[in-house]
Nanobody, 120 residues
Framework: QVQLVESGGGLVQAGGSLRLSCAASGSIFSINVMGWYRQVPGKQRELVAVITSGSRTNYADSVKGRFTISRDKSKNTVYLRMNSLKPEDTAVYYC??????????????WGQGTQVTVSS
């Protein structure tokens, strides 16, 4: 099992910045990919950014050039630096960890979510 604890959400004005943190504990040796997803009421949860154990990253088109995901393996923590925030970035942000066992089997773990609100 993997436990994820997020922090760093809050209220910010458009154009501002926030940094989200996600600390992992438990069976961290099994984690292959960590990332951030977000969800607004009435919509599906969507991928924001992911980073692999080899530090490869992938971003949603809507955040490319504004958000940066990074990972501190010594602290078992993944970060999401969000710059130039827009009101449409308002959502609950969830940390995710994925353990990939084979091409057909993986397990996802989720944090409790942290609210990010961007005012116009």
């Amino acid at each position: 099992q993997v436990q994820l604890v997020e922090s760093g959400g809050g209220l910010v004005q458009a154009g501002g910045s926030l940094r989200l943190s996600c600390a992992a504990s438990g069976s961290i040796f099994s984690i292959n990919v960590m990332g951030w997803y977000r969800q607004v009421p009435g919509k599906q949860r969507e991928l924001v950014a992911v980073i692999t154990s080899g530090s490869r990253t992938n971003y949603a088109d809507s955040v490319k050039g504004r958000f940066t995901i990074s990972r501190d393996k010594s602290k078992n923590t993944v970060y999401l630096r969000m710059n130039s925030l827009k009101p449409e970035d308002t959502a609950v942000y969830y940390c995710n960890a994925e353990s990939i066992y084979n091409s057909n089997d993986s397990q996802h773990y989720w944090g409790q979510g942290t609210q990010v609100t961007v005012s116009s």
